[in-house]
């Protein structure tokens, strides 16, 4: 499942295998909060560092406009946003994009406990700003 060209693969990994512990335990047909606490739990077990309900600014011509809140932020650095729908749709794959967008993170899953088997997605933020490390030409 890693695949070494894609940044944070590991990591994803690591989330996408919580998430599969958690649909084979649960199955589907549960309320989004309940596969969040679940795979809240899974993720403390493996040991990974992550905010729940992790609030971030949204931001237009570089001010701020709001904020939205992330399902997960895992080690600062993927955003996880989780469905409990029978079928993933365009829009909702556009929304996790978006977000990354909003957000300035380049890698985000989108996890979908709602059908019979899980569904996930990896999805690349391609305006992604690297921040500046002293460097002036990035």
């Known amino acids: 499942m890693i695949k070494e ?14 998430a599969m ?4 335990a ?4 549960f309320q989004e909060v309940i596969y969040q606490r679940a795979l809240e739990i899974e993720m403390k077990d493996a040991g990974l560092s992550f905010s729940r309900e992790h609030e971030m600014p949204v931001y237009y011509k570089h001010e701020q406009i709001g904020t939205r809140r992330v399902d997960f932020l895992v080690e600062g ?3 996880v946003e989780l469905k409990a729908i ?3 749709e365009d829009v909702h794959l556009a929304q996790a994009i978006n977000y990354l ?3 300035d993170l380049e890698i985000g899953l989108l996890i979908n ?11 690349a933020n391609k305006k992604f700003k690297q921040k500046n490390q002293g460097n002036p030409n990035v």
């Open 26 to 29: 649960l199955g589907n047909g």
């Open 113 to 123: 406990f709602g059908a019979k088997s899980l569904q996930f997605k990896r999805v």
């Open 77 to 79: 650095v993927v955003s």
């Open 5 to 18: 060209e894609h940044k944070y693969s590991e990591l994803t990994s690591k989330i996408i295998g919580c």
């Open 21 to 24: 512990k958690v649909h084979s």
């Open 101 to 103: 967008e909003a957000y």
């Open 86 to 88: 029978t079928v993933l």
